[in-house]
């Protein structure tokens, strides 16, 4: 059985950085869509950014474009997703997902396959 763990949250000032990690066992990461997730208290969960298998192609929601960043590497297993310029609004609980198929849209949480735990995010001065 697959499962993705997310590592790397914290608290964090405004204007700081996070690197938060989503690692992957029982399946190769590299084959699958790696999606970020956020979901703040009393809010829907929503997507934030997605890397696709076969060319890397990296999508953001426009709250996220030019502060955050999506990468892999195969040989760890592990998507990261780089967050600067953080702002009160990016608090919340970050989850990775992985999606086999990507057929469908990447910030549809119903297409995603496995899901982690999440790492809590915290701006705040």
């Known amino acids: 059985q697959g499962q993705v763990v997310e590592s790397g949250g914290g608290l964090v000032q405004p204007g700081g950085s996070l690197t938060l990690s989503c690692t992957a066992s029982?399946?190769?990461?590299?084959?699958?869509?790696i999606g970020w997730f956020r979901q703040a208290p009393g809010k829907e969960r929503e997507g934030v950014s997605c890397?696709?298998?076969?060319?890397?192609?990296?999508y953001y929601d426009d709250s996220v474009k030019g502060r955050f960043t999506i990468s892999r590497d195969n040989a760890k297993n592990t998507v990261y997703l780089q967050m600067n310029s953080l702002r009160p609004e990016d608090t919340a609980v970050y989850y990775c997902?992985?999606?086999?198929?990507?057929?469908?849209?990447?910030?549809?949480?119903?297409?995603?396959?496995?899901w982690g735990q999440g790492t809590q995010v915290t701006v705040s001065s």
């Open positions: 029982g399946f190769t990461l590299e084959h699958y869509a």
């Open positions: 997902a992985a999606d086999s198929v990507e057929t469908g849209g990447w910030d549809d949480v119903g297409v995603y396959d496995y």
């Open positions: 890397i696709t298998s076969i060319s890397d192609t990296a």
